[in-house]
């Protein structure tokens, strides 16, 4: 991937603040289809978390991309997904060669995602939802690559803070208030799994949304619960 610095800059200037005056998903589509063109990349797409803390899809450039995030939503795993529970960049350079996730390399085999980058997409520094880049061949990302694409990710955050202000957020506006509000909660559910079962960050999230779908509940008060008690109640 080339980065042109004065294109990067020009692009985030005229994307920025789109969502006050037209509808979310439109203005993120925008996005999107400037960040592939930017970029030179194979695909791109845009999640955000619901009221269980779970990223969905809700804006991609192609089938692939939106592909890629109904897979990382199902399986929990992913540079997306971990890079929404982790709140840094996290990149496959071949998925079909990471043995980090090895259910969502199983459900992408013919879908020609390869080099995958996930970047957070934060409102007031909370991590909200991810944007996701990937390429249809092997590609080793670069601090510069990581970097450019966590700029371009605090375009989506602008996007939906403008679209909240100006209440054209719709259905969105709901899981993004709920996830402001749960985040440090749920932070420290995964912290006190991480420590007590000797886990990492996305297993200790994988067994809070396990039980918060378990017990149909939302994952904001089983973390509650698991920090009053000390017990993770599954069922």
Same mark, same amino acid.
């Given at each position: 991937m ?27 589509e ?29 804006a !991609?450039s192609?089938? #692939?991309? @939106? $592909?890629? *995030?109904? /897979? ?89 803070? !403008?679209?909240?202000? #100006?209440? @054209? $957020?719709? *259905?969105? /506006?709901?899981q ?9 909660i749920?932070e ?13 960050a996305?297993a ?32």
């Amino acid at each position: 991937m080339s980065i042109d610095s004065q294109a990067l800059d020009a692009s985030l200037r005229r994307l920025a603040g789109r969502g006050a005056v037209r509808d979310v998903v439109p203005a993120l589509e925008d996005v999107i289809t400037a960040c592939v063109e930017l970029f030179d990349i194979s695909g791109s797409g845009v999640m955000v978390a619901d009221e269980q803390n779970i990223t969905r899809y809700v804006a !991609a450039s192609n089938s #692939a991309s @939106r $592909a890629l *995030e109904i /897979a990382e939503s199902r399986t929990g795993q992913g540079p997306c997904t971990t890079a929404f529970v982790t709140n840094e960049a996290v990149a496959s350079d071949d998925l079909t060669a990471d043995d980090r996730w090895p259910d969502l390399a199983s459900d992408m085999t013919s879908s020609g995602v390869c080099a995958i980058l996930g970047v957070p997409v934060r409102l007031g520094g909370v991590p909200v939802g991810t944007l996701d880049v990937y390429r249809d061949r092997r590609q080793e990302w670069t601090d510069r690559e990581r970097a450019a694409v966590s700029r371009y990710a605090e375009v989506v955050g602008a996007t939906l803070a !403008a679209s909240l202000e #100006a209440h @054209r $957020a719709g *259905e969105l /506006a709901g899981q993004l208030q709920y996830a402001l509000d749960y985040r440090i909660i749920i932070e420290r559910g995964v912290g006190y799994l991480m420590a007590s079962e000797g886990i990492d960050a996305l297993a200790a999230f994988n067994e809070l949304r396990t039980a918060a779908r378990n017990r149909r509940v939302k994952i904001g008060a089983v973390a509650e619960e698991l920090l009053a008690t000390g017990r993770l109640r599954t069922g």
